[in-house]
């Protein structure tokens, strides 16, 4: 990778992509070799800094929380919709205040939270750093803040803090 094309193969395959749709002539060739260039460029200013993971042997535990954590909320989301007479269901929002700055750290809670059946990952206020999740079976807000600072983030901050 060089400064001038960060990603080579990215600017050829636009470049042969804009050939493909607009025919070969040295103008197409020029003005999608251009666009092939930028892309790439912008591209690469899009990276986000590399994250360091400094403990290691938690991912594992981490792995395991959220299996366990998406098969109990599986088991949960079956029965309140296969049985719903049973359960009086009320879903809401619940606004968790995050300590995690680290962006890696914070997608990796995105998608554990947007995995896990009943729960979705809504908004993130990077000044406030206070995190909007909604939640399809909302009985205590507490719990979902606890659950989410105790469980997930104190171990991303673990690792990769």
């Not at 470049?15 to 025919?23: F, K, P, S, Y």
């Not at 991912?59 to 959220?66: Q, S, T, Y």
């Not at 098969?71 to 269901?89: C, D, E, K, M, T």
């Amino acid at each position: 990778m060089s400064r001038l094309l960060p990603y080579p193969l990215l600017a050829v395959s636009l470049l042969a992509m804009w050939l493909l749709l607009n025919g070969l002539s040295l103008g197409h060739f020029v003005l999608g070799g251009v666009i092939g260039v930028a892309a790439s460029n912008v591209t690469a200013a899009l990276q986000p800094p590399r994250s360091r993971i400094r403990r290691w042997h938690l991912i594992p535990k981490l792995a395991a929380i959220v299996l366990f954590d998406v098969w109990r909320s599986n088991v949960a989301v079956a029965r309140l919709i296969l049985f719903p007479g049973q359960h009086r269901r009320v879903s809401g929002f619940v606004i968790v205040p995050l300590e995690l700055r680290e962006p890696a750290a914070l997608a990796v809670l995105a998608c554990i939270l947007t995995c896990t059946p009943g729960t979705a990952w809504v908004e993130y206020d990077s000044t406030a750093n206070k995190l909007l999740i909604h939640v399809f079976d909302l009985v205590d807000e507490m719990h979902w803040i606890d659950l989410i600072k105790n469980r997930y983030e104190r171990l991303l901050l673990e690792i990769l803090a």
